[in-house]
C-alpha cells in the first residue's frame, strides 16, 4: 500500500503503526492539487496501481483525476470537483430541482445584505471549506456584514436561506452510480451562530417515509453529481416538506463517523470503499440493508474556555463496558477555545449499546469518569 500524506502527518505514531510491512509512505510537499499529484507521480515510479482513493477532502480531485487516467474507479472528476465547491453543488442540484436552500452567490457584502434583508438569519458560507470552518449564521446585517469583512480580499461567498429543522447525514458506498449500503446519522449540535456538532448516533430515528424521502434524496444527488464509484458524506437537514440538501462530499466522512458505522452495523465502510477503488467484490455482512444490530454514537466533550489545567479518567473511560474509544487532545497547559467549529474539539469517545436506553446509560457513565479541569 502507498500513502500519500504531508511528512508531519506520516511521522505520526499512530500513521507508523498503520503502516504494514512493504506499505510505503510518499511525502507531498503542498497540499494543493498540484502537491498531491507530484506526489504520485513518485508512487507511480514504483509500480502498478491496484487503487485510488482519496479519503480526505484536500485530495480528493487528484485522486479521482489518478483513478481516470489509470481507468480505476472512482467518483469521476466532475463530481469530485463539484463536491468542493459549494456554489456548484447548488448550481448543479438547482437545475435539476432539487429542495435545497434559497441562496446567492455574493461578490460584497451589499449585495449580500440585499438578499438577506427579508430573509434573517442567514447561513455565510466561503465557496471553498473542509468541515464547518468560517460557515456562520448571522443574525442581522451587522453581523453579516461584520464576517463579511473577516473574509479574504475579493472573496466571494454564499449567502443561504436558513433552514431549520433536525440534521442528518447519509454515509453511503456508491458502486458505479449504485448505492449498495448506506446509514443514516443523526447530529446533535450547538445552537447559532456556529451549529457545531457535539454528537452523532448511528441509527437515525426516523420513521419508514423519512428514511425512504432521504434515501431517495441520496440518489437523486449522486445521479446529478454523475457519482461513480466511492464513499460519500451527503448532508442534509429534514423539515415538514421533507429532507433538504446542505452539501455532500466525495470522500469518507470525518468525525470518527466510519467507527460509529462499524460499531453499530459491523460494516468496516474502510475495507469495503478500498475494495470498491479496487473493482473487486464489496463483501457487506448480512443484513447490512436491514436494522443494525446495535445503537452507536461519537460524543465529542465540550468544557469551557481557559487553560486546561488537568485531565482526569481516559484509563477507566476506556474500560467501560461500551465504550470502542476515546482519545483526548489535550494536556494541562494547551488552550480550550470556543467551539466555532469542529477544529475546536478536544476529544471524543465512541461507544455502543443495544438500544438506546442502554447507549445513554454508558454515556452517563462516561461523562461520570472523565474530567478536563479548565481555569478561566
Request: proline share 7%; charged share 20%; hydrophobic share 45%.
Amino acid at each position: 500500500m502507498s500513502v500519500l500524506d504531508t511528512s508531519a502527518a506520516l511521522g505520526w505514531e499512530e500513521t507508523k503503526a498503520a503502516l504494514g510491512l512493504g506499505d510505503q509512505g510518499y511525502p507531498v510537499t503542498a497540499t494543493d492539487d498540484e502537491g498531491w499529484l507530484a506526489a504520485a507521480t513518485t508512487a507511480l515510479a514504483d509500480g502498478p496501481v491496484a487503487g485510488v482513493l482519496g479519503f480526505s477532502e484536500p485530495h480528493i480531485v487528484a485522486a479521482a483525476m489518478l483513478a481516470e487516467e489509470l481507468g480505476l474507479p472512482g467518483p469521476g472528476v466532475r463530481a469530485a470537483v463539484i463536491s468542493r465547491n459549494k456554489l456548484m453543488q447548488r448550481e448543479v442540484f438547482g437545475r435539476v430541482g432539487l429542495n435545497q436552500p434559497e441562496y446567492l452567490h455574493a461578490r460584497d457584502a451589499r449585495a449580500a445584505e440585499s438578499f438577506a434583508a427579508s430573509r434573517y438569519p442567514v447561513v455565510l458560507k466561503p465557496l471553498f471549506s473542509m468541515g464547518s470552518p468560517g460557515v456562520r449564521i448571522a443574525a442581522d446585517h451587522y453581523e453579516l456584514r461584520a464576517w463579511a469583512n473577516e473574509q479574504p480580499a475579493n472573496a466571494s461567498f454564499l449567502v443561504e436561506e436558513y433552514l431549520d429543522g433536525p440534521e442528518f447525514s447519509v454515509e453511503a458506498l456508491i458502486v458505479d452510480g449504485v448505492p449498495v449500503f448506506e446509514s443514516v446519522t443523526a447530529k446533535t449540535t450547538t445552537v447559532a451562530p456556529y451549529r457545531v456538532e457535539l454528537a452523532h448516533h448511528v441509527p437515525a430515528g426516523l420513521d419508514a417515509a423519512d428514511r425512504q424521502a432521504i434515501s431517495t434524496l441520496l440518489r437523486q444527488v449522486i445521479g446529478a453529481l454523475g457519482m461513480r464509484t466511492g464513499v460519500v458524506h451527503f448532508e442534509l437537514i429534514l423539515r415538514s416538506d421533507g429532507p433538504h440538501i446542505v452539501e455532500i462530499a466525495t470522500r469518507t466522512p470525518g468525525d470518527y463517523l466510519m467507527d460509529v458505522i462499524q460499531a453499530a452495523t459491523d460494516v468496516d465502510l474502510y475495507d469495503a470503499a478500498v475494495a470498491a477503488a479496487c473493482g473487486l467484490p464489496v463483501n457487506l455482512p448480512p443484513g447490512a440493508a436491514g436494522t443494525p444490530p446495535r445503537m452507536a454514537s461519537v460524543w465529542f466533550p465540550t468544557p469551557p474556555v481557559g487553560t486546561v489545567s488537568a485531565v482526569e479518567g481516559v484509563e477507566r473511560v476506556e474500560k467501560l463496558p461500551g465504550v470502542v474509544k476515546i482519545e483526548i487532545d489535550v494536556a494541562p497547559g494547551d488552550e480550550v477555545h470556543e467551539l466555532r467549529s469542529s477544529m475546536d474539539r478536544v476529544g471524543m469517545v465512541v461507544y455502543q449499546a443495544p438500544d438506546r436506553r442502554e447507549l445513554d446509560a454508558v454515556l452517563a457513565r462516561v461523562r461520570d469518569e472523565l474530567r478536563i479541569a479548565v481555569t478561566a
